[in-house]
């Protein structure tokens, strides 16, 4: 029987523009068979849930398996198996959507994922279950009620779990995120052989000062007026709604300015903020320094 290589679990394991994760894959199925009216997906030994893209259609689906899949629904989907399950939306015939808006007016990517200020917002895989909403076997007669009822059983419970769960990492992990976010930038450096940075306290105190301020103003002027820069500090990079260290790296990687500014050959020190506002938004900044002591360049 023919094999057909298949791309899905890759795509999601290193999307084009914003995700990276370890352990890129190719899965190969066998018996494929896919008509206008219904997927019929044939394995031989146990059948798993997995990506199927269509024949009659240059689109994605997901196959669970059984013989049934998803349609007219949000689900959260762990596609490379790391233990970090993404969203996605699937049309009336099943259908996944992506670069798109969606019926309910949520934005996903280029690889169907959710994204919000253009993070892919993600959740523990093991929580999956308590929010999945399978409508794969039920005859949908108003997609539009479809989707808005499972916008508000799926994406709203989980947003309300992802904030409690935000405001409880930022008051218990504020300073390992933190410390995280420090090391995975220099190990981005070290990767491109360039020199590593020290941490610095008066650094860590002004980045944190400076995460605080995102939040009344997303900015690289100051609440105050002032630009940031000039207080013994050579650069800045900020972004929010970052739930993970992770995510917060990849946002700055996937943007050529920040990543030019964190591979900066110049710098020697660097410090980093996080801070969770009162809405559960998170915002988070890295202030570099060219200078090995920046506290002695401070203006008064």
Not at 19 to 40: A, D, E, R
Not at 252 to 274: A, C, I, P
Request: hydrophobic share 30%; aromatic share 10%.
């Amino acid at each position: 029987m023919k094999k057909k290589i298949r791309e899905k679990a890759r795509l999601f394991c290193t999307p084009k523009n914003l995700m990276h994760s370890p352990g890129n894959s190719l899965y190969i199925l066998s018996g494929l068979l896919c008509t206008l009216t219904s997927f019929v997906f044939l394995l031989s030994g146990t059948a798993k849930a997995d990506w199927v893209r269509g024949n009659s259609k240059n689109a994605w689906w997901y196959d669970l398996g059984n013989g049934n899949y998803y349609k007219s629904s949000w689900q959260w989907i762990d596609g490379n198996h790391d233990g970090i399950a993404e969203c996605y939306c699937f049309d009336e015939n099943g259908w996944m959507f992506e670069n798109a808006i969606t019926p309910d007016r949520f934005t996903v990517n280029e690889n169907g994922a959710w994204t919000v200020d253009n993070i892919v917002q993600t959740k523990s895989a093991n929580l999956i279950s308590q929010n999945n909403t399978n409508n794969n076997t039920d005859t949908v007669s108003n997609i539009s009620n479809n989707f808005t009822e499972t916008k508000n059983n799926n994406l709203n419970e989980t947003r309300n779990n992802e904030k409690n769960q935000t405001i409880e990492d930022f008051n218990e992990r504020q300073d390992e995120y933190r410390a995280d976010l420090l090391r995975r930038v220099n190990k981005h450096r070290d990767r491109q052989g360039l020199n590593t940075l020290e941490e610095n306290d008066y650094l860590q105190e002004m980045a944190q000062i400076r995460a605080e301020e995102l939040s009344i103003r997303m900015s690289h002027i100051r609440p105050n007026g002032k630009l940031a820069l000039g207080y013994g500090v050579s650069g800045e990079i900020a972004t929010k709604g970052a739930k993970t260290p992770g995510d917060a790296f990849l946002a700055f990687k996937v943007s050529k300015q920040h990543n030019e500014t964190m591979l900066d050959r110049d710098f020697l020190t660097f410090g980093s903020g996080y801070y969770v506002d009162e809405k559960g938004k998170s915002y988070w900044i890295i202030l570099f320094s060219t200078s090995p002591k920046p506290e002695t360049q401070r203006k008064q």
